[in-house]
């Protein structure tokens, strides 16, 4: 008895250590910090095609809503920058339909200035003071779905997909962009000596610093040059977001800082022009992890619409009205009770339209979802042909 009792012992014994060896072990991953967006639980698919249609909706949805709301009457002073730089993202997808169907420049060049003038509306936004949710939600899907055609359907992801080091006429641009990085950041501390009490102003040139400084510091690598790239579209909307919260004083001082604006699209058309895309990658879907589908009923008439409202008259400002949107923001920051109120201008995190991300860190946003604009199908000698010069 005292054996078979042993005997079962071991068999017990036996029974545990192989359950454990053949059970995989649990491990607890990395925390992560909780986003603002809503991610899909598993990633969706779309091309370049889908991509740019799902922008064009996500607008005409925004504008639907937005038109409909008595509180952004883009007749009020206030409001009309956040309807000038939506009128700009309009454009700009049209363009980059076209250019997308032609398979030319026009669609690199498109998605480009969109993402440029999404966030410009971003920071136009802040001014109207709305809250209305719709708006709100379809502004944040138009920016993802900006932001992904810009990450990974460019010539930029192309030439990323190579991978290799800088060549030498790409570290003379890359320097050449940081001496512009250095000059920006004179005239962003000479501005804010005179600008002490805008507070609003003083906001948007910390965040123009901020872009800047993390490009003036990147190493010499191909990544880093090109989330520089991707950091100056940025950069450039900010400058131009916030032009409208510049009080008369300075206004004179602000223009070096459009002008600046004027010169990174000049040098942008010169470096990606003559650099050759492989056009097979914008038919190769990549993965979007941010839901981006729009759930308004829209009818095809509603989102062609939006090309008429592209080929409208722009929406144009008086340097009386300039002067009114100015004091009033300045207004509402003085009555902000700590820094945190200054954080969002309005107080609510829900306002914030297009928190895309990370959309200000280049290297980052160039590591979401199918980072090499299609190139992950195995066609890796395509890549080659996908802006391999990088501007030479």
Known sequence: MRNFVRLLICLSLTYFAVAKAVTPTKTKGPT???SKTTKTSAAQKADAKTLVHDAKKALAAMVKEARADKGL??????????WKSTQAVAKSLKTAEAGLAAKSNDFFQGVEDARQAQEQMEVDWELTDSKNQKVIENGKKLGHAISTLRKDYSKEAARRKKGG???ADEKKQFEKIKAQQKDLLGKV?????KATKDKALTKGLNEIKKQANEILNGPSTLDAYLAALYLLDVQTGLIRGYEYYVDKDWRNDYVWFVDYAKWYDTW???WSTPVAYDWAYVDVPVDVYVD????DSLSDSDISAEDDFAADEPVEMTDAEEDQVAADEDTDADAASDDDAMDEPN???SADMMDDGGDDT???DMDDGGDDGGADDGADDGGDDGGDDGGE
């Open 165 to 167: 080091d800088l060549t």
């Open 362 to 364: 280049g290297d980052e």
């Open 189 to 193: 501390d000479k501005l804010q000596e």
């Open 73 to 82: 009457d883009p007749k009020v002073a206030k409001n009309k920058p956040f």
């Open 268 to 270: 942008y058309v010169d």
């Open 347 to 349: 107080d609510d995190d």
């Open 292 to 295: 981006v589908t729009v759930t």
């Open 32 to 34: 992560t910090p909780a």
